[in-house]
């Protein structure tokens, strides 16, 4: 099964709306945590890295203050997409490591975003 | 720095016919190589990967070897299935654990 869990999975919010996605892992925990933006037919472009307890890393181009990340405990990041438009619309996946032998990443089922 | 570039698709196959996705790898150090792969509304799955050069990496059928001289890491299976149409992503990771993905190569098959 699923060690890590998005949720939601699909969301349809309003224009100039704020919607938060959760990013869980649900059987270790994660200090470190990833979030990607996959537009249509494209590939998964990294957006910022999560870390537990101290400010999201945000890639260059992605704006922060309109993609909030909070890492609040081992186990749990958000991404709220602020005043939301449609062109945020797009398809969000998280990716967590569990750390040890080997540090596995772990990608959630992603989230479908679309932004009427 | 890091990149991956794997072949434009889409690839369109007939049931039973070989595959072979190509990607092939920029990196500093020693990176892993991983094949992912995305079904029609899904999200990633990890197919198979390998951590150090002459690894061969393997799962559904699918294999992969990781080829320092030529920096690639190709995907092959022997005989594809219509439910093997999906989008595969090469990536690699060095560290860090940010994972660097490919465009993708959609894959359909025909029965």
């Known amino acids: 099964g699923a060690v890590v869990s998005q949720h939601p999975s699909r969301v349809i919010c309003k224009s100039g709306t704020s919607v938060k996605i959760e990013c869980r892992s649900l059987?270790?925990?994660?200090?470190?945590m990833f979030w990607y933006r996959q537009f249509p037919k494209q590939s998964l472009m990294l957006m910022a890295t999560?870390?537990?307890?101290?400010?999201?890393?945000?890639e260059q181009g992605v704006e922060k203050d309109k993609f909030l990340i909070n890492h609040a405990s081992l186990t749990l990041s958000t991404l709220t997409v602020t005043s939301a438009h449609p062109e945020d619309s797009s398809f969000y996946i998280c990716s967590a490591v569990r750390e040890g032998a080997g540090n596995t990443i772990y990608f959630g089922e992603g989230s479908w975003l679309t932004v009427v | 720095g890091n990149s991956v570039t794997q072949m434009e698709g889409p690839v369109t196959l007939s049931e039973e016919a070989f595959l072979t996705i190509n990607c092939t790898y920029t990196?500093?150090?020693?990176?892993?190589l991983f094949w992912y792969v995305q079904y029609p509304g899904e999200g990633l799955q990890l197919l198979l990967k390998?951590?150090?050069?002459?690894d061969k990496g393997s799962n559904k059928g699918f294999e992969a070897t990781y080829r320092k001289e030529t920096t690639s890491f190709h995907l092959e299976k022997g005989s594809v299935q219509v439910s093997d149409s999906a989008v595969y992503f090469c990536a690699l990771y060095t560290g860090g654990f940010k994972t660097i993905f490919g465009a993708g190569t959609r894959l359909f098959v025909k029965a």
């Open positions: 999560s870390n537990e307890g101290s400010k999201a890393t945000y």
């Open positions: 990196a500093t150090g020693y990176p892993s």
């Open positions: 059987d270790f925990q994660a200090t470190t």
């Open positions: 390998a951590t150090k050069a002459d």
